[in-house]
T-cell receptor, first 110, second 114 residues
Framework: QKEVEQNSGPLSVPEGAIASLNCTYSDRGSQSFFWYRQYSGKSPELIMFIYSNGDKEDGRFTAQLNKASQYVSLLIRDSQPSDSATYLCADGTNAGKSTFGDGTTLTVKP | NAGVMQNPRHLVRRRGQEARLRCSPMKGHSHVYWYRQLPEEGLKFMVYLQKENIIDESGMPKERFSAEFPKEGPSILRIQQVVRGDSAAYFC????????????FGNGTRLTVT
């Protein structure tokens, strides 16, 4: 059974800092990973996906994948209060049946 | 260009009643997934459907829960004889394809069992 583990947090960073969110996965054969953001009481929304080893940048967000270490991370540069949310890491390899971590709650303090 | 539509947004049921949750996928999407989220917990996969077929129901309790995605109309998640432990947010998601496709989530149905 696939497992995805995330630091439970909560993680608190000051405005303008870099927030680093980490995730490990159990299935060495997994290929595709997604980061979703979920505001309190709302539905998850996709913010990044990564399929290849290395870094992928999109604006203030950078996803990193290290398949050898079975490790995925999300960096948020210049963090803003509006980034305060729960971030969900998902292993989406299994024919779309994504396995989610329990999420890391991020608070960005003004 | 509507996204994934779920209804109702909130549903209150007494113990023993039935709950029916509806989901219309994003236009052009034929893959539908149901997830459950308990308070302060992550999303747990329940079932994956395509039109008229259940592809994977490994996350769905064997009793009281059922799901369908008919040829016409929305996908339905049905919970019979609800118990307080069924209180949760139920999210439907759809995707364009099966493999490596990101999920697009609906706004969820918050079920409260009294």
């Amino acid at each position: 059974q696939k497992e995805v583990e995330q630091n439970s947090g909560p993680l608190s960073v000051p405005e303008g800092a870099i927030a680093s969110l980490n995730c490990t996965y159990s299935d060495r054969g997994s290929q595709s990973f997604f980061w979703y953001r979920q505001y309190s009481g709302k539905s998850p929304e996709l913010i990044m996906f990564i399929y290849s080893n290395g870094d992928k940048e999109d604006g203030r967000f950078t996803a990193q994948l290290n398949k050898a270490s079975q490790y995925v991370s999300l960096l948020i540069r210049d963090s803003q209060p509006s980034d305060s949310a729960t971030y969900l890491c998902a292993d989406g390899t299994n024919a779309g049946k994504s396995t989610f971590g329990d999420g890391t709650t991020l608070t960005v303090k003004p | 260009n509507a996204g994934v539509m779920q209804n109702p947004r909130h549903l209150v049921r007494r113990r023993g009643q039935e709950a029916r949750l509806r989901c219309s996928p994003m236009k052009g999407h034929s893959h539908v997934y149901w997830y459950r989220q308990l308070p302060e917990e992550g999303l747990k996969f329940m079932v994956y459907l395509q039109k008229e077929n259940i592809i994977d129901e490994s996350g769905m309790p064997k009793e009281r829960f059922s799901a369908e995605f008919p040829k016409e109309g929305p996908s339905i998640l049905r919970i019979q004889q609800v118990v307080r432990g069924d209180s949760a947010a139920y999210f439907c998601a759809s995707s364009l394809g099966a493999g490596d496709s990101p999920l697009h989530f609906g706004n969820g149905t918050r079920l409260t069992v009294t």
